[in-house]
């Protein structure tokens, strides 16, 4: 895949804050020209500002993704100020922390329109501008719970996925039309974002991420590395690794576990605050940025994703110390038959 550069065009669903605005820096830096679109004006103009003050181009598109006529129009907008589309980067999604049976028909619906609809609206209108050239690249913020969901998330849980399976479709079907658009399901762990200052809460105490937490930055750089490698696939976080496999090997036990873990671990000590704005319906007023209240208790760095981007080094050095090691055992062997030659029967 083409390095990105100044050339490169960029759009970034949910750019407003968290993983979206992580990664707008991200491909900032390279210089990359991006439509940032969200619904919040506030933090679309912040996102601008960042993006310009490291070097990269924006356009802020005020969109909902839910509705894919907004979409469709920015996408337009974007290929006419910035150039043909490279790289569209589905990310946007909204949740609320609340039992299934407490949660109104119209709440979950409005959480699978913006998470799962959402996402299936860019992807449509990214290859409407990709496929007649034959090329681009849509990349999908995924999570560990396309694989294993966990309570109080089941509208946004389904929609995960969804998306998953939706992207297994699509892959077949761009193969058999030979299709040479790049597809990338990138699957995020636990993170430290804005959807916990602003998701919707109808909890008695304060959300939090569920197990180890990393950085939103950590899963920025797992997009940019997809935009630049052709990976079918990207795990990030060894947290999103074990609840794939678990999730195949284990599936009742997991079930017993997180309806007591998955249930108190999505919760802090302290109460909820009721009158908290949240973005469910409409976006909150004020720029948050890409951080999360929990930057103390976040990890930088994944050992895992590391490992993940440099597969094919550590393979080929796998590789190498096991025909040393077969050398060496051959020389031995070797050795021992001239000693034994030598020595009187």
């Not at 079930?255 to 999505?266: A, F, I």
Request: hydrophobic share 40%.
């Amino acid at each position: 895949m083409k390095r990105v550069d100044r050339d490169t065009v960029v759009v970034i669903t949910g750019a407003s804050g968290g993983v979206g605005r992580a990664t707008a820096r991200v491909f900032a830096r390279r210089g990359a020209k991006i439509a940032l679109l969200a619904r919040g004006t506030d933090g679309l103009e912040g996102a601008k500002e960042e993006v310009e003050s490291v070097g990269g181009r924006a356009l802020v598109l005020r969109t909902d993704v839910a509705q894919f006529d907004q979409v469709q129009a920015a996408a337009d907008r974007a290929e006419n100020e910035l150039g043909p589309i490279d790289i569209w980067i589905n990310n946007a999604m909204v949740s609320m922390y609340c039992p299934f049976i407490r949660m109104e028909p119209d709440e979950f619906r409005h959480i699978v329109d913006v998470t799962f609809l959402g996402s299936v609206h860019g992807a449509r209108c990214a290859l409407d501008k990709m496929v007649p050239r034959n090329r681009g690249k849509i990349i999908q913020v995924g999570s560990a719970l396309a694989f294993r969901s966990i309570p109080l998330q089941s509208a946004y849980c389904a929609s995960k996925h969804a998306l998953q399976g939706f992207m297994e479709s699509l892959h077949t079907e761009l193969l058999h039309q030979k299709i040479n658009i790049g597809l990338t399901m990138v699957n995020m762990p636990a993170l430290n974002t804005t959807q916990f200052v602003w998701t919707k809460n109808r909890m008695p105490h304060k959300a939090r991420p569920a197990g180890t937490i990393f950085q939103p930055e950590v899963a920025a750089d797992a997009i940019l590395f997809a935009a630049e490698n052709d990976r079918r696939e990207i795990m990030v976080g060894y947290t999103t690794v074990e609840a794939t496999l678990g999730e195949k090997i284990i599936p009742g036990t997991l079930d017993k576990y997180l309806s007591k873990v998955g249930w108190d671990g999505s919760m802090l000590p302290q109460p909820a605050d009721p009158n908290q704005p949240d973005n469910f319906w409409k976006p909150v007023t004020g720029d948050y940025g890409a951080h999360g209240p929990f930057d103390q208790i976040s990890h930088s760095f994944s050992p895992q994703l590391w490992a993940t981007k440099h597969r094919t080094s550590l393979l080929g050095g796998l590789l190498l110390a096991g025909i040393g090691l077969a050398a060496l055992t051959l020389d031995g062997k070797q050795v021992r038959k001239k000693v034994n030659e030598l020595l009187p029967v």
